[in-house]
């Protein structure tokens, strides 16, 4: 998914229609009328509820529905809501959560009573933040109830850079395990639905990145019967899942969110699907640029509303007017898509009186709480795969002797989370983990090599580093009129979650300007950059070495600079917040040419040796524009570790 903001019809824009009879918008009605409309009456019949609703509005208020970022519609009381969350593996993009293992690791357990749990963490936490979201007037990405996850596609080929984030090649596995993963998520209400689960991406969808936006699947019918479809089947049929996300791929030269063989008439017609089809982000905008079977916007926005695909992840369907006056789509198939989607609204509690809805009281504490710490530890360690214990060395003894701790992902923050993941307040690295079990004193820690030729070990810029470091704080994102506090910060390495850095400022949309001398400990090139959640620049001397924004993720970027020990070098950093749970950190890696030597000695005196391999979210993953051998677009091209960790072990 692309992060590209998504242009949506606004509610101060939408007029009368002549084409649906509707009367021109009328200013909010008093909230004791609005509380009287039929649509929310928590004691009719839920379908009675819909066509009240959907019968209310215009035209331009409907498809104002149809984008993730849905407009808000004051007249009625209908607040503005973003369809866009993730919870993969833990509530994603939205600050401090309970972190569980990637869906991999998860999918190595074999079972579903804890994938269950793991599921109904998730969707508590989510309806804690929720909720806490709307106490403060918010209703952006990332703090609702409907999430873009599990990914279930079929793990077949190892190279796929986003296998991660499945349940693996066997479609009976993923089937059982979505079907936990769908229930704890949604929960068993017999009313209310906890949150929404989207198992994705309906069907043939498993890589290569690069191709994405234009391939076609073109499979036999045996092989989409019995590899592509029958886990998307159970998470639907008899989990209960009310949401499926179409891929980008075609299917038999059919774009996945057009195709009327997928939706219509295998997710609706065989297996009696009720709930509404989201697009993958941008997909859409593929069916006329990179697939090319429409000529233009509205015609691709018309084939895929006709085909089923009720909301757009995109800015799409606002061609959904002129395909409308063109004849290319009907009315009639506008208010089916806002009937599902409002259907799912109401089942959600969001048009009833809190005290109606089980969770609306979901206190915030839940977040990593110990009862769901503790579900994090279960799937953790049921994740685990041992594949040999030669000599029984495990468990080591108590008595164990020094222990040489040795890799590249031994001390990495960043290599346990994945992708698609959330933020843990305080997590734990197998040095850090080792050292609390044994002794600090008898672990021996040696990195050994970086992940891959080129992709350096970051870490936060220490204190001894930086001389004279000021920031300025003010109460606005653009860094604008004079701060609201200037204080001196022995480092750059913060992580405010959702309170704000100082009194005085706005827990989110604000900025920070910071100056001070860089002195480097010895003389190479370094790696320097910024790890952040936001928008940053960052200038060494005159040279702007950083620029970088996602509202997504927790982002670093970093660049190539030769310093010499001793030397001062003037540094400039800007970091502009764009929501809650700040995060800025200046990092870098220190030149170190002799990595693999201090390995070795580490080793030769030792009894034990732990080698910590593998790969990182910043070399496989979601369409990703890597330059690493061994890498292309997100994917792997080898099956090998990287070659400076080959040459390590």
């Not at 996300?245 to 699907?273: H, I, K, Q």
């Not at 960043?414 to 002794?439: C, F, K, M, W």
């Amino acid at each position: 998914m692309r992060s590209v903001p998504a242009l949506l019809l606004p509610a101060a824009l939408a007029l009368a229609s002549s084409a649906c009879g509707r009367a021109p918008l009328a200013r909010a009605a008093p909230a004791g009328q609005q509380t009287e409309l039929p649509f929310r009456n928590p004691d009719l019949p839920l379908e009675q509820r819909v066509a009240d609703l959907v019968r209310r509005l215009t035209l331009e208020e409907k498809i104002g529905q149809l984008g993730t970022a849905a407009s808000a519609i004051p007249r009625l009381g209908i607040p503005a809501y973003d369809w866009w969350n993730e919870g993969l593996h833990g509530v994603a993009r939205a600050g401090r959560a309970t972190v569980f293992p990637q869906a991999i690791a998860l999918a190595a357990t074999w079972d579903t009573a804890l994938i269950r749990r793991v599921a109904t963490v998730i969707s508590l936490e989510a309806r804690a933040k929720h909720h806490h979201a709307l106490r403060r007037g918010r209703h952006g990405i990332y703090e609702g109830l409907t999430f873009f996850s599990p990914n279930i596609n079929i793990f077949r080929d190892p190279r796929w850079g986003r296998g991660m984030e499945t349940y693996g090649e066997d479609p009976f596995l993923a089937g059982r395990l979505a079907v936990a993963f769908v229930r704890g998520m949604q929960g068993d209400h017999p009313r209310y639905l906890r949150t929404i689960a989207t198992p994705k991406h309906l069907a043939v969808h498993s890589g290569p990145e690069p191709d994405r936006h234009s391939f076609d699947a073109v499979v036999d019918e045996r092989d989409l019967l019995q590899t592509y479809l029958p886990h998307f089947e159970t998470a639907v049929v008899e989990g209960g899942a009310l949401s499926v996300m179409c891929a980008y791929n075609r299917l038999r030269g059919d774009p996945a969110c057009a195709s009327e063989l997928l939706l219509r008439d295998v997710l609706r017609g065989r297996w009696g699907f009720r709930g509404y089809v989201v697009s993958d982000c941008w997909a859409i905008t593929d069916i006329h640029e990179r697939h090319r079977v429409a000529r233009d916007e509205a015609e691709a926005a018309a084939r895929a509303l006709r085909a089923g695909t009720d909301l757009a992840c995109g800015p799409e369907y606002r061609s959904l007017r002129a395909a409308l006056e063109r004849g290319l789509i009907s009315e009639a198939a506008i208010d089916t898509a806002v009937s599902r989607l409002f259907r799912a609204r109401i089942m959600l509690g969001m048009f009833d009186p809190p005290e109606r809805v089980p969770w609306a009281a979901t206190p915030t504490t839940v977040n990593e709480s110990p009862a769901h710490a503790a579900v994090a530890l279960a799937a953790a360690r049921s994740s685990l795969v041992l594949l040999r214990n030669q000599g029984d060395l495990l468990p080591l003894r108590g008595d164990v002797g020094p222990v040489a701790v040795i890799g590249p992902a031994a001390d990495d923050a960043d290599l346990l989370l994945g992708n698609y993941n959330g933020q843990a307040s305080h997590p734990v690295t197998p040095l850090e983990g080792l050292r609390r079990r044994i002794g600090a004193d008898r672990v021996r820690y040696a990195r050994g090599s970086d992940i891959a030729p080129g992709v350096p070990t970051l870490t936060p810029v220490p204190s001894g580093a930086l001389r004279g470091l000021r920031g300025e704080y003010f109460a606005n994102q653009r860094l604008a009129g004079e701060p609201v506090a200037i204080r001196s910060d022995p480092a750059v390495d913060f992580t405010w979650w959702e309170d704000a850095p100082l009194p005085g400022l706005p827990d989110d949309s604000f900025s920070v300007r910071r100056t001070g001398e860089l002195v480097a400990p010895v003389s190479g090139r370094y790696a320097l950059g910024v790890r952040a959640f936001g928008a940053a620049r960052l200038w060494l001397a005159d040279s702007l070495l950083v620029e970088q924004s996602d509202r997504h993720v927790v982002w670093t970027h970093s660049a190539w600079v030769q310093l010499a020990a001793g030397e001062s070098r003037r540094i400039r950093l800007e970091y502009h917040d764009r929501r809650a749970d700040a995060l800025v950190q200046l990092v870098w890696s220190v030149p170190n040419p002799h990595l693999l030597e201090e390995a070795v000695e580490a080793a030769r005196g030792a009894d034990v040796a732990m080698l910590f391999l593998g790969l990182s979210p910043r070399l496989e993953g979601e369409e990703m524009p890597v330059a690493v051998p061994g890498f292309a677009g997100g994917d792997r091209i080898t099956l090998g570790l990287p070659e400076p960790q080959e040459q390590l072990l």
